[in-house]
């Protein structure tokens, strides 16, 4: 059974990094988040964790980031078969409906836009954190 509840933030913005770490510090306290910075950075740190139980139980994903987007990152997860199992949640600015379409498409468990609304954006943050941490996924 999973005890923590794991996060991998891949997210070229430091801002933005840093207001979802405070939101999920304060509502699950417990939780070991990670955050990269591209698409490169998150093949290379998922690649090296060789125990199962400590995958992260989702990631929250941007698609503009430089060296390695969003969809080619999810391209190359979701055809390896330790890491195609990891829930990914887009979380973007682009309310573009093709973006939707291919991340669709590649297999991914969730699309947010980016809210301007910061009490919306955080309610968001949280219930996409309740979620992935009381999915069944988390309790095996």
Request: neutral net charge.
């Amino acid at each position: 059974m999973m005890e923590k509840l794991n996060i991998l933030i891949v997210e070229d913005n430091k801002i933005v990094v840093m207001g979802i770490k405070k939101i999920y510090n304060k509502h699950i306290p417990d939780a070991t988040i990670t955050s990269v910075e591209n698409g490169l950075e998150a093949i290379e740190f998922l690649t090296k964790i060789e125990n199962p139980q400590e995958l992260p139980c989702f990631i929250m994903l941007d698609l503009n980031m430089p060296i390695l987007n969003g969809i080619e990152f999810l391209e190359i997860i979701k055809k390896d078969e330790k890491l195609k199992q990891i829930p990914v949640v887009v979380h973007t600015t682009s309310s573009s409906v093709e973006d939707y379409k291919k991340c669709i498409t590649v297999g991914i468990s969730g699309y947010y836009v980016k809210h301007i609304d910061f009490s919306i954006y955080k309610n968001n943050l949280i219930t996409i954190a309740d979620y992935w941490k009381n999915s069944y996924r988390n309790k095996l």
